[in-house]
Every structure is written in structure tokens, then in C-alpha cells.
């Protein structure tokens, strides 16, 4: 990835999140980052701003102080996303709600927000998130699996209605990772799930990252509405 592009990462604070915000800085590019906590990083190149991507008013806010104070935006990954892995019984409707509207509802008002901005970039990029707990419909993974079922039918529509800007959208969806959401998840239950990969071993934040630079790259301006998978599942 050649050139200085601002980058705009949703759930910067940590995990994934964060380890983009580092990424794209080695790659020379102009990070902002935003999470509901304050920034892990300091960089003269990175901007941290707090938000709660469910509020809908902040989400507009935020992408308008992005664009009087950068003038621009070149890609935006929505990162963001919490999970609660319990069977449908045991799951409390407010549990349900608040992933709903942070991963799929959150997604979709950065999107729309950001739009406008991305729309002036030569190459604009929008990179969603997704999980293999989609394809491989885990037990006790059923409103995260769903919430991130919704972000991919929305992946591929959003790819159609862009494309005329010349902006395209895809999603990754990493196998587990190292990170808060995995170590509340048993670690026989991690096992069983990635004996089921092609490539049966946790994933690292650089194999998510690869996957995305190959989204950003301008020779990728015809890939668009894709999904991809991590581990070899789908």
C-alpha cells in the first residue's frame, strides 16, 4: 500500500483495533481512531476521538470534525464489535440489543456518514468486519453470528450502491484471534473450532491485517462485495 491515505478505524482502543492503528502508521498513513475509551497510541500522525458508535449523532459528529480538520477520508474499517456467547435461552433481550446496535447498526452509521468523504477520494475504501462463527453457525454465537450475518448481506448491497463513486466494500472474517473476546471463550471450545479450519491454528492480528491490504490496494478498485475468511473456512 503506497501513498499517504487517511485511515479511519472504528474500536482503536484495543485488540484488532489497535493493531491497525499501528499498521497503517508504519505504512505512513494519517490514522484516526476512535473507541468508546481513550487512545493506547501516541503518534504524530494519529488522532484519537471517543465515541460510542450506537449514538448516532456522535457517529455524524465525528466524520464531520474529520472533514474540517482533515479535509478528507480514503478508508474506513469498521472494526467495532462486542459478542456474548450464550445459548438463545440464556440470553437477555438488552444483551441481544446492544450487539445488534453496535455491530451492524454501528457499521452501517459510520457508513453512511462516511460516505460523503469517501466519495471524493480517488480510491475510497470501506473494509466491515465479519466471523467464521457465520458459516460454521456455532452453537451459544447466535445473535453475534446474526449481527455479523446482517454486516455481510450489508457488505455486498453497500458494494453496489458505491461502486458508481468508484468506492468499493468488503468484509474480512478472522478465524480467533488472541484478543478480549476470545479469552472469554473456553479454551476447549477455541480447540474444537479451529481443528474445523484448513489451516488449524489461531490467527494472527497480521493475518487480518494482510487480508485488508489487499482490500486497500488501488490494483483492487474491481474487488468489491467480497467476503473473506480466515483459516480456510466458508
Same mark, same amino acid.
Given at each position: 500500500? @503506497? ?15 489497535? =493493531?491497525l492503528v499501528r499498521h497503517y502508521l508504519a505504512h505512513d498513513n494519517v490514522v484516526i481512531g476512535c473507541a468508546r475509551g481513550g487512545a493506547a497510541i501516541t503518534h504524530k500522525r494519529y488522532t484519537h476521538m471517543c465515541v460510542d458508535v450506537t449514538? %448516532? ?20 474499517? @469498521? *472494526? ?15 444483551? !441481544?440489543?446492544?450487539?445488534? !446496535?453496535? *455491530?451492524?447498526?454501528? +457499521? /452501517?452509521?459510520?457508513? #453512511? ?14 473494509? @466491515?468486519?465479519? +466471523? ?20 455481510? +448481506?450489508?457488505? #455486498?448491497?453497500?458494494?453496489? %450502491?458505491?461502486?458508481? /463513486?468508484?468506492?468499493?466494500? @468488503? ?6 484471534? =488472541? ?34 491490504? /489487499? /482490500? ?19
Amino acid at each position: 500500500m @503506497n501513498g499517504t491515505r487517511h485511515v479511519l478505524i472504528t474500536g482503536a482502543s484495543r485488540g484488532i483495533g489497535a =493493531h491497525l492503528v499501528r499498521h497503517y502508521l508504519a505504512h505512513d498513513n494519517v490514522v484516526i481512531g476512535c473507541a468508546r475509551g481513550g487512545a493506547a497510541i501516541t503518534h504524530k500522525r494519529y488522532t484519537h476521538m471517543c465515541v460510542d458508535v450506537t449514538d %448516532e449523532q456522535a457517529v455524524q459528529t465525528l466524520l464531520g470534525d474529520i472533514r474540517k480538520r482533515f479535509g478528507a477520508l480514503d478508508v474506513l474499517i @469498521n *472494526n467495532a464489535g462486542i459478542a456474548s456467547m450464550n445459548p438463545v435461552a440464556l440470553t437477555p433481550f438488552e444483551t !441481544a440489543r446492544q450487539i445488534m !446496535a453496535t *455491530n451492524f447498526l454501528g +457499521t /452501517f452509521a459510520f457508513t #453512511r456518514a462516511g460516505l460523503r468523504l469517501l466519495r471524493s477520494s480517488t480510491a475510497g475504501r470501506i473494509v @466491515n468486519f465479519t +466471523t467464521v462463527a457465520v458459516p460454521l453457525r456455532l452453537e451459544g454465537e447466535a445473535i453475534y453470528a446474526a449481527s455479523k450475518s446482517a454486516v455481510e +448481506t450489508f457488505t #455486498r448491497i453497500v458494494a453496489r %450502491e458505491a461502486a458508481p /463513486f468508484g468506492v468499493t466494500c @468488503n468484509a474480512v472474517g478472522p478465524s480467533p484471534v =488472541h484478543t478480549h473476546l476470545t479469552d472469554a471463550v473456553p479454551a476447549d471450545r477455541i480447540d474444537r473450532l479451529i481443528s474445523r479450519q484448513a489451516v488449524p491454528r489461531w490467527a494472527e492480528p497480521d493475518d487480518v491485517a494482510n487480508v485488508i491490504d /489487499f /482490500f486497500l490496494r488501488p490494483e483492487s478498485a474491481m474487488v468489491t462485495g467480497q467476503i473473506v475468511y480466515l483459516g480456510g473456512i466458508g
